[in-house]
């Protein structure tokens, strides 16, 4: 008779977020199948724990999960472990858990903390309705592609995002998205936990001079929570901008700002402005 397949969640920061049920299965099981076993070993530790470990990460998720299935087939019993938060979510264990469920070995799922959850609540924004994106790509054009995709979603969005690349998602998420309301929470549940709201351009504006750190997950107001924007009115008051002399890359700032309308979108109307005729000077694409 095969094992059984645990899939734990762990604490995304503070330890004591892990469950009496995860305690225990964690204690009963024969092995636990690891992202970092180093980052295990501390858990385990804080609550006197000691079982095997092995290593499993996106380096060799597909060899080591042809072992790990041999060990469930043969009855032995795997708690499968990230380094934080449900494992399979934006981490490795995918491979594994459909191996298992392909070969009729029971998965069990052990709930736990997730960074998902946890910075849409503290958010402010609606939770009745979200899609969670996970980590964007990282060229810009392809990041860009991805967010073109998500723009007209109703729901509110969650993201993964690394530290260094930071300011340029939110730049872009301005761009293409427009002005939305969001929450940007570092380091959730560890001592330097912080949560900054507003709309894209207010937490940019205090961002750019400041080094960020930790582990980021962005809450992103969806299309559908925002009031109908009033476009020919937009219209009109970048026609006025720009008449009063005012360059087309500011112009088309203030007007995505105020209307959390897309740059791209705005800017083509003032593209489409100096191609009738009009006068206003040219400018690149913002």
């Known amino acids: 008779m095969p ?19 995860a305690l225990r299965i964690l204690q009963e099981v024969d092995l636990i199948a690891c992202e970092d076993t180093r980052r295990t070993r501390q858990l385990l530790a804080r609550y006197n724990l000691s079982k095997p470990l092995v290593s499993y990460h996106a ?11 041999s060990r469930l087939r ?30 009729g070995i029971p998965v069990v799922p052990i709930p736990g903390p997730s960074a998902v959850t946890t910075a849409l609540v503290v958010s402010g924004l609606p939770t009745d309705r979200y899609t969670f994106a996970g980590f964007l790509p990282r060229k810009r054009s392809e990041r860009r592609a991805v967010l073109e995709s998500l723009r007209g979603l109703p729901g509110t969005l969650v993201l993964f995002e690394a530290p260094h690349r930071l300011v340029q998602t939110l730049q872009d998420l301005l761009e293409v998205l427009g002005d939305r309301r969001i929450a940007l929470a570092r380091e959730l549940t560890k001592v330097h936990e912080e949560v900054l709201r507003g709309r894209i351009s207010e937490v940019l504006s205090r961002l750019e001079h400041d080094q960020v ?40 700032k203030e007007i995505s700002r105020s209307y959390g309308l897309p740059r791209r979108e705005v800017f083509a109307w003032a593209v489409g402005r100096l191609a009738s005729g009009q006068e206003g000077e040219s400018d690149e694409v913002p």
Not at 59 to 69: C, K, M, S, V
């Open 213 to 252: 750190r930790g582990e980021i997950t962005l809450v992103v107001e969806g299309s559908g929570e925002r009031q109908e924007v009033d476009r020919q009115a937009a219209r009109e008051h970048l026609e006025r901008l720009l008449a009063e002399g005012v360059p087309t890359k500011a112009a088309v």
């Open 3 to 21: 094992g059984k397949l645990y899939i734990v969640g762990t604490p995304i920061g503070n330890l004591e977020d892990i469950t009496l049920r």
């Open 59 to 69: 380096h060799n998720e597909r060899e080591r999960t042809e072992w790990l299935l």
């Open 74 to 103: 043969a009855g032995e019993s795997i708690a499968l472990l990230s380094d934080a938060g449900m494992p399979a979510i934006s981490d490795p264990g995918c491979v594994l858990i459909q191996g298992a469920i392909a070969e």
